[in-house]
């Protein structure tokens, strides 16, 4: 598993804003499932137990609003580059070193130009055969965060300690 701390990086002021059809993320994205908190990891491991080529990481940040909301579980498939789609939401190493998950909007002579569903600017990394983790071929979005979850259900368990 790896943690997907860059869902709300973004930047490219150089790059003019490029515009993508909702119509084509919501063809080409998959919507996320709403499961209970806990679930969305264990249904993002089983999918990849049965899928061989596929991985999952949990998203953090508010980039791809309204598509994946924070915390939610996205499982990636590799694919070839030539198999790549303005509408797909890509994962991929930005300028971070962090994995990004963004929309891809345009393909240029460097790369794939991608940009969050949610930001007013595409990235400043373009997406390449070098950093391209995946694209996100099912998404499990908790019904809370899992940190709040398990924070409401601390009274109920020992395993929780209090540290006043």
């Known amino acids: 598993m790896i943690a997907l701390c860059g869902f709300g990086w973004s930047g490219c002021a150089t790059q003019a804003v490029v515009r993508f059809s909702p119509a084509a993320v919501a063809a080409m994205s998959p919507a996320a499932e709403v499961v209970q908190p806990f679930e969305a990891i264990r249904l993002g491991k089983q999918y990849v137990a049965a899928h061989p080529g596929t991985d999952f990481l ?18 990636t498939q590799r694919v070839a580059m030539s198999d790549l789609r303005p509408g797909m939401t890509a994962v991929f190493i930005g300028e971070a070193g ?67």
């Open 58 to 75: 949990v998203g953090s940040g508010d980039s791809m609003l309204p598509l994946y909301k924070d915390h939610t579980v996205v499982v």
């Open 98 to 164: 962090r994995p990004v998950a963004h929309v891809l909007v345009k393909k240029t002579f460097d790369g794939w130009i991608a940009m969050g569903v949610g930001n007013a600017e595409c990235d400043w990394t373009p997406v390449t055969q070098a950093n391209l983790l995946g694209v996100v071929v099912k998404a499990f979005e908790p019904t809370k965060s899992p940190m709040v979850a398990l924070l409401d259900e601390a009274p109920l368990r020992s395993s929780v300690a209090s540290m006043p």
